[in-house]
């Protein structure tokens, strides 16, 4: 398993622990079995929305001799609720989500920025989303 796939397990596993999150599924991006058409409960889904290398002076990359290359994510945070429990739910979700990344207490990584969009419905998932970006830095080791 890659540093990504990883890093991406770690906060997961890290968001499950939290108790502001119970009751919510957690998963990376959306399973195989569907996408969260008619759900029942809230459903957290983390992605990677953009990955970056560092840019050092003069246009070199960021490196560090044995710990790879400095890069930028900006992580994707997909919060869809059932479509009776819609902004309020989501609103709210974003709170908590926004409290422990801000926070950092269990988390692998910190979180320097996060911003979220308005709450919409999205057609192809078929229920009220809520879509919230949080940007990160870590050495990706070759």
Do not use: N
């Given at each position: 398993?890659?540093?990504?796939?990883?890093?991406?397990?770690?906060?997961?596993?890290?968001?499950?622990?939290?108790?502001?999150?119970?009751?919510?599924?957690?998963?990376?991006?959306?399973?195989e079995t569907?996408?969260?058409?008619?759900?029942?409960?809230?459903?957290?889904?983390?992605?990677?929305?953009?990955?970056?290398?560092?840019?050092?002076?003069?246009?070199?990359?960021?490196?560090?001799?044995?710990?790879?290359?400095?890069?930028?994510?900006?992580?994707?945070?997909?919060l869809c609720?059932?479509?009776?429990?819609?902004?309020?739910?989501?609103?709210g979700l974003?709170?908590?989500?926004?409290?422990?990344?801000?926070?950092?207490?269990?988390?692998?990584?910190?979180?320097?920025?996060?911003?979220?969009?308005?709450?919409?419905?999205?057609?192809?998932?078929?229920?009220?989303?809520?879509?919230?970006?949080?940007?990160?830095?870590?050495?990706?080791?070759?």
């Amino acid at each position: 398993m890659g540093t990504l796939s990883r890093l991406k397990d770690e906060i997961l596993e890290a968001l499950r622990q939290e108790p502001g999150l119970r009751g919510v599924v957690i998963t990376d991006e959306f399973p195989e079995t569907g996408k969260p058409q008619g759900i029942g409960r809230p459903v957290l889904a983390l992605g990677y929305a953009q990955i970056e290398v560092k840019q050092a002076g003069m246009g070199g990359l960021l490196t560090c001799e044995g710990e790879g290359k400095r890069c930028e994510a900006t992580l994707l945070f997909t919060l869809c609720a059932p479509r009776k429990e819609v902004s309020p739910k989501l609103v709210g979700l974003f709170d908590v989500l926004a409290e422990v990344l801000l926070a950092g207490e269990g988390m692998p990584l910190a979180v320097s920025g996060l911003r979220c969009e308005p709450v919409g419905f999205d057609r192809a998932l078929g229920c009220p989303v809520l879509r919230a970006y949080a940007k990160t830095e870590f050495w990706l080791v070759g």
